[in-house]
């Protein structure tokens, strides 16, 4: 499939440990938040999301953290397995319909 | 539900052709939003339709173009290809009318190559 993400910044992280993936947003006045992860060959998937009025919301797995005082944004994943490897985008709006994606972060899980 | 749906799946075109690219959302979504993806440059915006009309529109010239239909549907159009071009096109649906609580759900993209 295609490669994505061929010079990002690389997390690697053993199987069965957490693994904790960073993004910093620009934006002051973005009040949406996004993480997604991507596969080789696919779109990107929906993992969890998070409103400004929150600073943190659990999913199954993953946890984000928004931090807006300094406008930090993480993903923490535990008990990373091999189908977590991946790269991962954080998603920012608070400009009516308009996305901007971070740059990701490769994921790389070893056994 | 069916996802989103993107054809063709990949594409070879040569330098100066057009090209057009297909998207069908997931039912009953009315916004459709397309991205350019490159390594150099990740995940770019380029424009966003809702009820047929162009909402949003990123930073691309004007040889970029799309539109929507009555069904949602929506294409996305590049004229005089450059080899810049080459990157994988990503189509989005969302279903509210604004961004803000409703994620954005990807299709698998069009693989475009220019030579």
């Known amino acids: 499939g295609e490669s994505v993400g061929l010079h990002l910044p690389t997390l690697s992280v053993q199987e069965g440990d957490n693994s904790i993936i960073n993004c910093a947003y620009s934006n002051s006045a973005s009040d949406y938040f996004i993480w997604y992860k991507q596969e080789s060959g696919k779109g990107p998937q929906f993992i969890i999301d998070i409103r400004s009025n929150m600073d943190k919301r659990q999913g199954q797995r993953v946890t984000v953290l928004l931090n807006k005082t300094v406008k930090h944004l993480s993903l923490q994943i535990a008990a990373t397995q091999p189908g977590d490897s991946a790269v991962y985008f954080c998603a920012e709006t608070g400009n009516f319909n308009k996305f901007y994606f971070g740059s990701g972060t490769k994921l790389n899980v070893k056994p | 539900k069916a996802g989103v749906t993107q054809t063709p799946r990949y594409l070879i075109k040569t330098r100066g052709q057009q090209v057009t690219l297909s998207c069908s959302p997931i039912s009953g979504h009315r916004s459709v939003s397309w991205y350019q993806q490159t390594p150099g440059q990740g995940l770019q915006f380029l424009f966003e339709?809702?009820?047929?009309?162009?909402?949003n529109k990123g930073n691309f010239p004007g040889r970029f173009s799309g539109r929507q239909f009555s069904n949602s549907r929506s294409e996305m159009n590049v004229s005089t290809l450059e080899l810049g071009d080459s990157a994988l096109y990503l189509c989005?649906?969302?279903?509210?009318?604004?961004?803000?609580?409703?994620?954005?759900?990807f299709g698998n993209g069009t693989r475009l190559t220019v030579t």
């Open positions: 339709y809702f009820s047929e009309t162009q909402r």
């Open positions: 989005a649906s969302s279903f509210n009318t604004d961004f803000r609580g409703s994620p954005l759900h």
